[in-house]
């Protein structure tokens, strides 16, 4: 702890905390971000929902079969965060706008915020959390991030990797433009646009490697 004469004391940042492994914790588990806001939003939603009842559903999510109580009108970036406590797939705005939402849904990208957890039933739902091998080996993409540093705060950063993966499914060797074009429903309050593209340029690049190899 660190104190200042007159002060409250101050917690000491852990000096072994470098931003590649800050980086590195957001892209596998998004823990290091989160949003007082919304959480206090779930909490208040969490409250009506056990008054409007509830419904038992399972969901293929990152390969596995969970169960989980959902509303009718529950939208699955609730579900996810809320319930399911995968809280890499972040709500910046809420309704289609910014991205930071997307989830693959049976490999195409979706806002999470704008899709209804009902109507995911019996597809495949994948977010950050799940892109990374069993073995802890990170997705190509999630390696080019790390690779090239290529995110500041990094609250977008799942959005823009989980488009990407999508993107390149269909355009495995896009070119630097086809490529800002694919992932531009994604936007960057820190508006770190060029260094994101390099990243996930690499990420591209990192993908065409691993599949020849
Ligand atoms: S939170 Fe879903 S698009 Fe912004
Ligand atoms: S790096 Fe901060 S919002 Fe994109």
């Known amino acids: 702890m660190t104190e200042k004469p007159g002060s409250e004391p101050i917690a000491d940042v852990p000096k072994s ?79 289609a706008e910014c991205g930071s939402c997307t989830v693959l849904i049976d490999d195409i990208p979706y806002y999470s915020c704008s899709v209804l957890t009902h109507t995911v039933r019996g597809r495949k739902v994948m977010t950050i959390e799940g892109l990374a091998s069993a073995d802890g080996t990170l997705h190509p993409v999630q390696q080019g991030v790390i690779d090239e540093q290529g995110f500041q705060c990094a609250f977008c950063m799942s959005g823009f990797i989980m488009t990407a993966v999508g993107y390149l499914k269909t355009n495995p060797t896009p070119t630097r433009q086809q490529l800002a074009q694919g992932v531009s429903g994604c936007l960057c309050r820190c508006q770190d646009y060029d260094k994101i593209l390099t990243a996930l340029m690499r990420g591209a690049e990192n993908m065409r490697r691993s599949n020849l190899g």
């Open 17 to 95: 905390v470098s931003r590649r492994n800050f980086i590195k914790g957001v892209i596998t588990s998004g823990v290091a971000v989160s949003s007082a806001s919304y959480l206090f939003r779930a909490s208040t939603f969490v409250q009506g929902q056990q008054l409007a009842g509830e419904r038992l559903i399972t969901l293929n999510v990152n390969g596995q079969q969970r169960r989980v109580d959902v509303m009718k009108q529950e939208t699955l970036a609730t579900t996810l965060r809320y319930k399911l406590g995968l809280t890499g797939t972040k709500l910046g705005c809420d309704r």
